[in-house]
């Protein structure tokens, strides 16, 4: 039987900024790929997040990856192990090292990249190759107020904008505006509160927004 140790339930969403400055580049790395992330959580336990996927050129996409992704620390080789479900169907997502940190930042990335190759066209290596640049690049950064557990915990926001001054940005179909912001909490098992993928609309909603949300943590027997 599965322990619950903590919900962050829909209402733990609510993210209120704080006070707002810029990282250096090595700040923005060291906080999006923070290490030991996973240290803290007992071996066998589960982190739960919510991955809502909104994609108004390419519905059938969005649908696809709309679920929820389970990462679970194996005790018997300390591996992170991630699986994407959706209802009763899964598939695996691959393993990795929980004594590095936690995954999700990676997958996300990933998501994306894959996400605005389908829905943009153009080269997947140039998109990841620009997103993996802004990742170490001086970016926006917020101290916000996040209610979560039915408290409000401190944490902090990190938003990129991978292709701004690109010279292709124009031709990349809405897709040159694209923001990233990533939540952080030490409050938040695992590290990260929400990882959220956006590009503005013409009418005010977005052309194609990513969040991936912690929802819970279990632990195992």
């Known amino acids: 039987m599965k322990i619950m140790l903590a919900i962050a339930c829909a209402a733990s969403l609510w993210v ?67 699986r994407f479900h959706q209802g009763e169907s899964f598939r695996n997502m691959g393993s990795f090292p929980a004594s590095v940190g936690n995954p999700m930042i990676m997958v996300f990335v990933e998501s994306v990249v894959r996400d605005m190759a389908e829905t943009a066209g153009g080269s997947p290596f140039y998109i990841r ?9 001086p970016a926006e950064t917020e101290e916000v107020s996040i209610e979560y557990g039915g408290a409000t ?3 902090q926001s990190v938003t990129l904008h991978p292709f701004d ?7 990349m179909s809405g897709f040159g505006d694209l923001a990233l912001t990533v939540t952080m909490s030490d409050q938040v098992p695992g590290w990260y509160h ?9 009418d005010g909603t977005p052309l194609y927004q990513s969040t991936t949300t912690f929802d819970t943590v279990e632990a195992g027997q």
């Open 153 to 155: 915990i401190a944490g």
């Open 129 to 137: 190759n620009r997103v993996k640049e802004a990742l170490v690049r």
């Open 16 to 82: 209120a900024p704080v006070a707002a400055g810029t990282t250096g580049a090595q700040e923005t790395y060291d906080l999006l790929f923070r290490d030991g992330t996973l240290d803290a959580l007992p071996r066998e336990s589960r982190l739960v997040y919510a991955r809502d996927v909104t994609n108004s050129r390419a519905p059938d996409n969005a649908e696809r990856n709309t679920g929820r992704i389970e990462l679970t620390i194996d005790g018997s080789d300390d591996m992170a192990r991630l």
């Open 194 to 202: 929400s990882l959220r993928a956006q590009v503005p609309g013409d």
């Open 165 to 171: 001054g690109d010279p292709n940005a124009a031709r």
